[in-house]
């Protein structure tokens, strides 16, 4: 890199994202869903703009509730695992960094919730990083 010259790296944005999963969502007819998420910066925004979204919008969605992840103190996973199967909707968007992505998909995968029948949409600004996808994903 030469002095004085600089690297820009555009991406799409939350809200971006969100729109388009919403028009994929509706294109599907697929109105009812969660919103699953940690603790990562951004996050009550990210649950605003949901709602923003839902609420200004002629679709009849179906938003059946938030669940916030703390992965912390919770090595094996147990109360992660729980936590998910109470998640009625089939259709999850999910909001968390790559690393929580990892472990948030093995424990679905774990508790049944990864397989056919559950549609999952992840989103978030900092999901890139290899060519690579992680097993679970």
Known sequence: QEKGSTFLQLGSSTEQQ????????????WTSFAVVTTLLPGYEDF????EVLTDSSFIGWEHRGVLTLNLTDDPEGTRLRRQLREVSAQIRLLYC?????????RAAGEAGLAGPGY????IGTNLAGSQQLPQHL
């Open 18 to 29: 969100l729109q388009v999963i919403f028009e994929v969502l509706e294109e599907y007819d």
């Open 47 to 50: 649950v605003d703009y949901v």
């Open 97 to 105: 960094s790559r690393d929580e992505a990892e472990v948030i998909f």
């Open 119 to 122: 549609i999952w949409f992840l």
